[in-house]
């Protein structure tokens, strides 16, 4: 029997492609499970419960997929690997009932565009793909629904962890900058170790493409041997694969070759140039033909909830970052930023150097309103730099934020921390911030 620990997205997905493979299967999960996945669970007959583990079914499972979010340190988890049963992840179970081929992007920041700008790419090219993995549907409940010539999927270092087989034709790795230390022991090689596991089963067929002046990356490799073939961008380096120069964007990947400016790049932002390299690397070597990388490069939008223009009001733009949830990725939106800032930030810290944004903060930000249960940490990082304002609510923190604002000023969300001490995730962040400014707005012009 295969047991299934944890009813989310991931874990439900998983129990949906089991079903329609004809393989029994147990779901199990220690809290309560979300009103849509129960249905779900319900509807397609499968056996689950919630509130606790039955520890005499669970250990004796054949085979045990543990959803991204459960922490190997559990003690069902503990137990299990005891026993010797095989712990996987939705990934690796997914990935054995496809012959489609995976693009697989992980990195520290901007998973979530680049993800989307090349499943957008593949899909205006006219490719059978699917966008799937961190962002929208689980790759397992994608499988179930139908298959597809090319799966464009975001991965986690959580969601590599339990990965053993799992092959990538295309893999991209973007960044590697600390995050989510809590759950690697604070320890930033084994973080770096999780996220090389995108290439562990990848041979000299494959594609293997990566930021070139990541010093991580580059340590990692000077130890490593990576048999794929390697594409690189970069900002400045011009003997990688995709660079900048006087305006322009340069990609040449071996076989065919792109050029562009900067100004026809709709996305903003040293980060999105990389991502928009990263995506263009990953088309062609598909085989795309590069108006097609031209045409949506000049028109993709960005994703919800990154550097999201939400409103202005009276001269002042509020701008919904909640995806940040490292001290990098809110580096990059600063940087971005040329405008000053009156930055939001906090959350559950997860081992956080503040110090990589100092710089930035003297720069370009004019006070910071703290928002979370517990703000000590922003308040002894920032206070001898700049006025720092505590909040506990996202209603609170705007409203303060627009009174310390001025004319021509940028509200920004760019928490550099998870969401779950006051919000489900960052999207219930970002969408309470939305919904705040709009009741800011309504109140304004009352």
């Known amino acids: 029997m295969l047991v299934i620990l944890g009813a989310g997205e991931s874990g439900v997905g998983a129990a949906l492609l089991a079903k329609k493979i004809g393989r029994k299967c147990f779901v199990s999960d220690a809290g309560q499970i979300k009103q849509k996945f129960r249905k779900e669970l319900i509807k397609n007959e499968i056996d689950f419960e919630e509130g606790g583990h039955s520890l005499d079914i669970i250990l004796q499972a054949k085979e045990i997929i543990k959803s991204p979010g459960i922490p190997d340190t559990t003690p069902i988890v503990l137990k299990a690997k005891e026993k010797g049963i095989p712990i996987i992840s939705e990934i690796e179970f997914a990935s054995r009932h496809t012959h489609g081929t995976f693009i697989a992007i992980t990195g520290s920041n901007g998973k979530t565009t680049t993800t989307t700008l090349t499943y957008e790419i593949l899909k205006t090219a006219g490719y059978d793909v699917a966008l799937t993995g961190n962002v929208g549907n689980s790759l397992a409940r994608t499988i179930a629904q139908r298959q597809y010539q090319y799966y464009v999927v975001e991965l986690s270092s959580f969601q590599l962890d339990n990965c053993y087989n799992f092959n990538p034709h ?190 930035l903060v003297k720069e370009k930000v004019k006070a910071i309103v703290a928002l979370g249960k517990d703000n000590s940490k922003i308040v002894k990082s920032f206070e001898q730099l700049v006025p720092v304002y505590e909040t506990s609510s996202i209603d609170e923190a705007v409203h303060k934020a627009y009174s310390l604002a001025k004319e021509n000023y940028v509200v920004l969300l760019s928490p550099a921390c998870a969401s779950f001490d006051l919000f489900d995730n960052y999207v219930h962040r970002g969408n309470k911030f939305k919904q705040a400014v709009f009741n800011l707005k309504n109140q304004i012009n009352a």
């Open 170 to 359: 295309i893999a991209l790795l973007l960044n590697i900058t600390p995050d989510h230390l809590d759950r690697y022991d604070y320890n930033f090689d084994n973080y770096v170790r999780s996220k090389f596991r995108i290439v562990q089963n990848q041979s000299g067929s494959d594609y293997f493409i990566y930021w070139k002046e990541d010093k991580t990356i580059a340590k990692y490799l000077s130890q490593h041997t990576i048999p794929s073939q390697h594409l690189t961008f970069a900002l400045d380096d011009v003997s990688a694969n995709a660079y900048s120069l006087d305006d322009k964007i340069i990609i040449n990947n071996k076989t065919s070759s792109l050029q562009l400016s900067i100004q026809q790049i709709s996305l903003r932002g040293k980060h999105n140039i990389l991502n928009a390299m990263a995506s263009a690397l990953a088309a062609m070597a598909v085989g795309v033909d590069k108006k097609f990388i031209i045409q949506v490069l000049n028109s993709f939008p960005g994703v919800e909830h990154r550097l999201e223009v939400v409103d202005t009001i009276n001269g002042i733009t509020f701008i919904n970052d909640s995806k940040a949830t490292n001290v990098n990725s809110v580096w990059y939106a600063l940087d971005a930023m040329d405008q000053p800032v009156i930055l939001i930030l906090g959350g559950i810290d997860k081992g956080n150097d503040y110090s990589q944004i100092t710089d």
